[in-house]
């Protein structure tokens, strides 16, 4: 993570601050259960509620004495609590308070992500419908295919990103669990209602079995889909990066007054923000690797993954946050080029038809072969010789059908006719 | 994929043929689907079943001048149907086909490896309860840790993997699409009830917008569910590493009568199959990258994921679904040695109990750091000294226990009483 | 490895019959070894010589019964050598000849892939001086930027492509090293002459100290450079695509008569060669997570990277060998148009010219940020209004520049004049 | 990067402070040569050198209009030096600065590194002289194998990073080039000797031919040795997290008083900086997919690579450096317990003499498969009812060799005669 790249809601969540309250917060409910129990009294349960408090750069300085953060900030705690703060933690291992806390963490994380998520469709569906019928090429290989509508081109990455907020909250779910099972996750000092309670209280479900850890395959999983919306922002970006090219140019990013393309040619105007998310989306993914090797603890488990996790948790989802948002905005703010999608349209005269042309030659009763290669001989001569595709096909003796028919099949409309139907299926019977 | 680490069921879906057969599926099911519409004449439809045909090699001879191997394989195709072979692939583009087959593909390899994970569940939770009640040691960093049972070990994998049934079975829906829409994903020259009908007809979903393909973010998810499925895998194989090392050997690979271990020391007995599937494990992860970085394609399509999946889309599966019948098989041969586990128990002279020590100590009045510090003290003699932990404590004058009480803290079944629980929480109420 | 991306002489050194040759030759040579050091009879050492021999077939027979690789082929070879074949091996463990079989596998391959870098130098440096000063665009974030020449491209990719022959050589020599030291690397059994011996029959180095295997951090560093290479193999495909991309077209992959660029749309030519190396590019990569976690096996040895290597050494070099050279064809056969490349520069109205104006200003006594801002203010118009350039500056009474020398600055030629000095920092003094 | 893996040398070469020093130095050093060359005049460099001041603050605000960095910096510089400040910069572009600055940055990152790696190769040399006849298990698969000496492990480990630190050597040659070639690489405004000049000035070498960056295979190249670097770091992690299991207990990491291993367990210690390192090593490796994703920048360059060297310039390097020294102390401090490798030696009761006993009865005239068989049949017995190796083959009338050579064979002097051989190998002839 570095200030550059992160915005406060999400960097916030990371704070030692925040942290240090969600492992008081699992400590303080695991009395109260207890206390229901009977384990302990219920005056010090609530004596911990009442006097519970910590210092940062306290727990630090114990820390540094016993090389273990959970007893630095138990000893903190308990200079404040005083004699009842011997009830805390008992038969708790420090992973249940790590990794229940992580859980919330995450899980934070996640509802910021899913709103991130929930700007960036209804920003897409709003410029969607707003160019839903703005024709534009279809390329395919970067090479002119047919045409479609620049709507179409924002409902395909709307789809995207809509499959990917149904995969963050099948993600969320896979964090969303609390494990307060003891040192091997036998229960053996720690009643399993413990557990329930306080996974309740912090919108947890319990982990039906736990080592001494939360199971890392969740978290595998979990940072891989941070890495599959990724690569989904990693294609929206690419796309603007290519429409923006000088030759292209048929949208753009936002370029504010003052704002300055190049420190040495003046006249830059460069898709700077989106060549940004194409990085950006390149260290989300690198999350992937590390969290999958994570998995394979040694026995009930080894803390090789703990370094790890106090990187990526942070750094992926401060970045996906980050870029989310800075990819919403691009799409909120895209200047689209209507007159350059048509030029573009246009440069090939009218090359983009010739599948068209290619069936109605075989309605017309050629085999598909000799149709393809007649409609590809003269499609070559429009590439060598910039000569013009429609004249061309008149000119040509095999070419069986009436010229005022093949003119017909150079028409726009017929690439667009469904374009409702699609607009249906992504958008929904609006 | 190389032969060694394969199986043939899986292999054979990826072959030529089966791939090919599948293409001609699709493209004849169109056919009868555009004949219904009444676009192509019935018959030719019915031509298309009854005379289609494909050979692999005529296809390969073929695209060795065309460079395309869909024309190709319409073009040999064309050869047996004769005329109406001119209505084949109509308003369609190669993409469709490719597509739609790998998506059928991909499924059919996902129902193999779902087949592959409920053996394996199976033996997990058959060999779970075998030793349900088996105590041995939890070991957290590799150090003894405090008492569990074999079973709950076992439990545990079995919960991982019941989560990675799970993910499959998501991961096979987000790849389970049919994408049929023509050239640009228009529909300018087909009709979307063309793709309903083929989607039927090969258990898919329609896809609900394609560009020129069905969207990557989708195969990037399925990988990455792969790569998970991977991870837990390697977790297991560990574990049954770690069991079977020399000095542990509580768990150990079955060996077969006539089995050499090395070929220079005749006395060895290895676990080679999981330190095989821990090398798998990372070759199926190695697909995730590619896969990821597969998404963010050009526009409405290039083709640099077609390399990628014709090496990802057998390699992965294949590996994983020869890994995961492997590991079956080592969970259900495993040889089990419940005596070295209690011999490893009692190794520290009951080192393995001192947080009951400690709680034992905080119950009698003392704080939790001043208990912590005599139980510490005294642990340190066992491991510098090799003393005797229960001695130590009944000779150290700030233990404030009665000596029986302090015996009964000794006792491995406190450890164990909620496998039931725990049980019941992983495998249902039976 | 599929065959689709395969050459024949790089798939030739992994066939099972050239890797148990390889064996065979390492265990002659360490019999001719030890036999000179009068360990074994002279006779038998030239027995396994006279009479050694194997067959693929009756391998994988014996190995379905003992399980091992190895002991399996050294059957087989005793079944062809008789008596004295109980000399063969003595002292060695599997590893030595797995090992140093890889070794030479991996140099061998290394050679091959050595020069198909040479191949491809020679079709850059043939192309830089073809186009030495042919001026095209140069652009940044995609957006035309100031002038360049086309052999200068080709420059940057022949020193970026020179550098990756010397990080492969350096490769090389990691992997080129021969263990034959025993069971756990100690040459109980085996004098480290024999080591030596066979090592310079083989053409690598001894390894200076080995466990029971070679050090994998060598293998690691070995792939890791062939990622690195295939990194600037996507970097020149991508360049080639994107010149290929219709509205730039100043380049173009070869398009043979007969070829069909697509099943739907006949007047496509795309870049299929180059998307197609871009998708190997990544699965190049893909070999060096797997071979990174492939160093930290346990103790002396465990066999996890067995099974990834058995994948990634001829996949990954498999690969290489097919890309690289497709890659050189691209570039040997690319369609270059200068035309175009003109006409692209002139889109802009001599936009590109607006450093050289700023500077000009900036030397007529102008602040850089006054000069800046004066630039930029007309450089936006022709973004926006598509106005001449020149003809703004002409009109601003900020620009004090006078008419005639402001018309010298928009001069490509100036941009040009250090491309000789570039060439012989690149190509030598030639 | 976080606080908590990091040391203050190698953080504040990333400092924003440190940063800005280099762009400062870049360009007054190329104003330098520029009055040299009489393109700017002399007291304007002096002035630059004489006045030129930055704030970092303030820096942060301008680049809040200018969205530049470059820029925003320039017109901070410009703000102390005043009007000789229009000097700055003059045919330069961003990159100029940014590529020479993160050159800079790196070689001086790497300097640190290879004075980590000197720290570690003197204490691995140190360690493995002490312990060169401190005969202990060598073990292949977890499994026992035979005898070694703990020297010879760390032998092995000073000899990966010895082969480390020639990586980093290269890799540091690899980064230490300088750019300022100006907008895209062709020197059009700026003259090739500011480069040379700014260059030596630096320590760097020219970069022969540029775009408007460095190319980023160097990078690529780089961060791809520190992957192989930590991969040999994970590679002892583990072998010290085997060595400290409770069962194996043949060395330990240095267990500070004060220290506590677990909240709950009192009696633990754990090898938690060896699996701590485990986790790091997987960060450091989690920075090469990124890195080479960054060689394929579009045509002159984007500005994708940025965003990812923000992060794992600094993340790499810091966690390296760390790393580095965690581990060096680990090896420093490493308690060794020869007393316990004996114990684990004579575990089996001479098992780990089996390929000596077989050697020796195919010297007694037996075929190498029957001399196996007889071995192995005895040593299955040990495994299965812990019998005696020995007495088992002075029992078995297979075994033709005499009780007294028998018993010969069972000597550990035996596998560690080489030693000193090997060490010679490894560390010269002293």
Redesign the interface.
């Known amino acids: 993570m ?1 200030p ?2 992160s915005r406060p809601e999400m960097t916030a969540l990371w704070d030692p601050e925040a942290k240090f309250r969600i492992w008081f917060e699992i400590e303080a409910h695991a009395c109260d259960a207890m206390a229901e129990l009977g384990i302990i009294p219920k005056d010090a349960a609530q004596a911990i509620w009442d006097k519970g408090a910590f210092e940062v750069a306290r727990i630090d300085e114990i820390e540094r ?4 953060d ?2 630095a900030f ?2 903190n705690v ?1 200079e404040h609590v005083g ?1 009842p ?2 009830f ?7 992973s249940d308070v790590l990794d229940t806390c992580l859980a919330v963490q995450l899980t934070r994380a996640t509802d910021i992500l899913l709103a991130d998520l929930d700007r960036l469709l209804e920003a897409l569906k709003k410029r969607a419908y707003e160019f839903k019928h703005t024709v534009c090429l ?11 509508t620049f709507g ?1 081109k924002l ?2 990455h709307y ?2 990103f809509a ?2 907020r149904a ?1 963050l909250e ?1 993600a969320r779910q ?1 964090i969303a669990t609390c494990a307060i099972s ?8 720690i009643d ?1 209602y413990v557990e329930e309670y306080v996974a309740e209280k912090l919108g947890l479900q ?1 982990e ?5 850890v939360i ?4 978290h ?2 979990f940072f ?2 941070l ?2 919306i ?3 922002m ?2 929206l ?3 603007v ?2 429409l ?5 140019r048929e949208a753009e990013e936002y370029f ?1 007054p ?15 923000l989106t ?2 998310l ?6 989300v ?6 969290a ?17 996790e ?3 948790g942070p ?1 992926a989802t401060i970045t996906l946050d980050f870029a989310l948002n800075r990819l919403a905005g691009v799409v909120e703010q895209l200047l689209v080029y209507p007159d350059n999608m048509q030029r ?1 349209l246009d ?2 005269g009218g ?2 038809y ?3 042309v ?2 109605g030659l ?1 309605q017309a009763g ?4 000799d149709a ?1 290669a007649v ?2 001989r003269n ?2 001569k ?2 060598e010789e910039q000569r013009d ?1 429609l004249e061309l096909l008149k000119a040509d003796p095999e070419v069986t059908i009436a010229e005022k028919d093949l003119e017909a099949l150079f028409d726009p409309a ?6 409702d ?2 607009f249906r ?2 958008f929904g019977e609006d």
Chains 1, 2, 3, 4 share one sequence.
Do not use: C
């Open positions: 570095i550059r790249y004495e016993t090389k273990h959970v007893i138990l000893t308990a004699e703060a011997r805390l933690h008992q038969g708790m291992t420090s279809g390329r395919s290989h970067g090479i002119h295919a047919e045409p479609v179409l409902a395909n789809a995207a499959r990917n995969r099948q896979e003891g040192a091997v996750g036998t229960f053996a000092n399993p319990p039906p079995v736990s080592t001494q199971p890392r395959d969740r595998a999983a891989a889909t890495g599959v990724a690569s989904s990693e294609n970006a690419v796309e990066r290519h923006q090219r000088t030759e292209v504010s003052g704002q300055k393309g190049s420190s040495a040619m003046p006249h830059k105007r460069n898709p700077v060549e940004n194409t990085g950006l989306a390149r260290m993914r690198s999350a992937v690797a590390p999958m090797e994570n998995v394979a603890l040694w026995h009930e488990r080894d803390i090789s993954h703990s370094s790890v106090r990187m990526i750094d573009n440069q090939l090359l983009v010739s599948q068209r290619l069936l075989t050629l085999s598909r072969e393809y409609v590809q499609a070559m429009v590439w595709f017929y690439h667009t006719k469904h374009v139907t699609v299926r992504v």
